[in-house]
């Protein structure tokens, strides 16, 4: 049974830095696809950063140079390093892992950014 535990979401003032993490159990994440997408009010899912069992890391274009996907293989965890953050950064962030054409995702945790 796949589990993806997110945390280290909460609020900060624009150009501030959050670190989230995404602990997973069931899945391996050095060698499947996992990712970060963000849900802001009123819009659709959104992909923000993946990095592949390869460690090759995918960017959206709104976050590239600010944010940054990591793995820790020893802790089967995932980061999400987040600095120069944006009001518009605002949203429920999801941890996904893609394995065997099924996703799975965690719960979400709220990042705030206030002007």
């Known amino acids: 049974q796949v589990q993806l535990v997110e945390s280290g979401g909460g609020w900060v003032q624009a150009g501030g830095s959050l670190r989230l993490s995404c602990a997973a159990s069931?899945?391996?994440?050095?060698?499947?696809?996992m990712g970060w997408y963000r849900q802001a009010p009123g819009n659709q899912r959104e992909l923000v950063a993946r990095i592949t069992g390869g460690g090759q890391g995918n960017y959206a274009d709104s976050v590239k140079g600010r944010f940054t996907i990591s793995r820790d293989n020893t802790k089967n965890t995932v980061y999400l390093q987040m600095n120069s953050l944006k009001p518009e950064d605002t949203a429920v962030y999801y941890c996904?892992?893609?394995?065997?054409?099924?996703?799975?995702w965690g719960q979400g945790t709220q990042v705030t950014v206030s002007s």
């Open positions: 069931g899945i391996c994440v050095s060698i499947n696809t």
């Open positions: 996904n892992a893609h394995k065997w054409s099924t996703d799975y």
